[in-house]
């Protein structure tokens, strides 16, 4: 299952994720893939968004910047690049379906399989299987295009292209990413995972059985700077024009889950998430609007 809380990625945006193909270690393609697979993958991925932990609280920030963001867009064709269970986009169908025609996509036929049972009374809606590296769709054919969480597991180069090709001439294109330059990210990815893993290996010298160790998962995430995706947005022909940091958590892990179970005012305000101004360091993610440069 992947969530937005894993080791893998550093402030340079270099892979730390030791998914290089070491001995032991998969590649970083293959710990993505295997993320991905299998239905109780996509049925955990779908769950996390309930409750009043800390990836549900990540989840519904995203979820109103996103539908913020697409505003900004009056209607047209809209597609999920990196749909997952179809969270999104059956939020979007309950709240915006008579301005969108829907496409979604994801790597995972499982994810897919999923998406399909959730929007299943809905006739309005496409699903494919495609990696954001390699969408089988025509040049220009969305006014609105969505990817979050996904280019932090792919090819970003490679999937920026994608995104801009199939985006018609200034429509909109929405891009998420997890935040490396985060204390909150800083601190997850080089103090607690790690910790968590040398936790792990500890209790293998003292015997503790394998099902019972502390450790964390392998995810391949590489995550961007705002400023080093925006350069390369701008050289695909998309020109950012609106920045969000969401998810703001002052609290490292795994103190934040603490103060997110006992703070729930998020779901009734999930305004309170996000920022454009000073907080932004708090932000856990940010999402980038830009609109599709005309030839």
Not at 109 to 124: F, I, L
Not at 271 to 283: D, I, K, L, V, Y
Request: charged content about 25%.
């Amino acid at each position: 299952m992947i969530l937005p809380f894993g080791q893998g990625a550093d402030v340079s945006s270099t892979d730390m994720s030791d998914s290089h193909g070491r001995t032991g270690r998969p590649t970083r393609a293959e710990a993505v893939d295997i993320q991905y697979e299998g239905a109780a993958a996509a049925a955990g991925y779908a769950a996390a968004h309930e409750g009043w932990g800390a990836t549900a609280r990540f989840f519904h920030s995203r979820f109103h910047v996103v539908t913020e963001a697409l505003r900004d867009c009056p209607g047209g064709d809209l597609i999920d690049v990196g749909c997952g269970p179809g969270m999104l986009v059956r939020l979007l169908i309950d709240t915006r379906a008579a301005d969108f025609k829907f496409t979604a996509c994801d790597i995972s036929p499982a994810m897919v399989a999923a998406a399909a049972e959730r929007v299943s009374d809905e006739s309005n809606v496409r699903l494919l299987v495609a990696r954001i590296e390699d969408i089988p769709l025509p040049d220009a054919s969305f006014d609105a295009t969505v990817a979050t969480g996904v280019l932090e597991y792919a090819d970003a180069d490679r999937g920026l292209r994608e995104l801009a090709r199939i985006t018609r001439p200034d429509g909109l294109v929405v891009i998420t990413m997890l935040n490396p330059l985060s204390l909150y990210r800083i601190f997850e990815w080089l103090v607690f995972w790690p910790g968590l893993r040398l936790l792990g290996q500890l209790e293998k010298l003292v015997g503790v059985p394998a099902g019972k160790r502390h450790g964390a998962p392998v995810t391949g995430i590489k995550a961007f700077s705002r400023g080093r995706l925006c350069r390369r947005m701008r050289a695909v022909g998309l020109r950012p024009h609106d920045f969000v940091y969401f998810d703001l958590s002052p609290a490292p892990p795994p103190f934040d889950r603490l103060i997110r179970r006992i703070s729930r005012g998020w779901r009734d305000h999930p305004e309170r998430t996000a920022t454009r101004g000073a907080g932004r360091w708090m932000g856990s993610a940010y999402l980038v609007a830009a609109r599709r440069v005309p030839a």
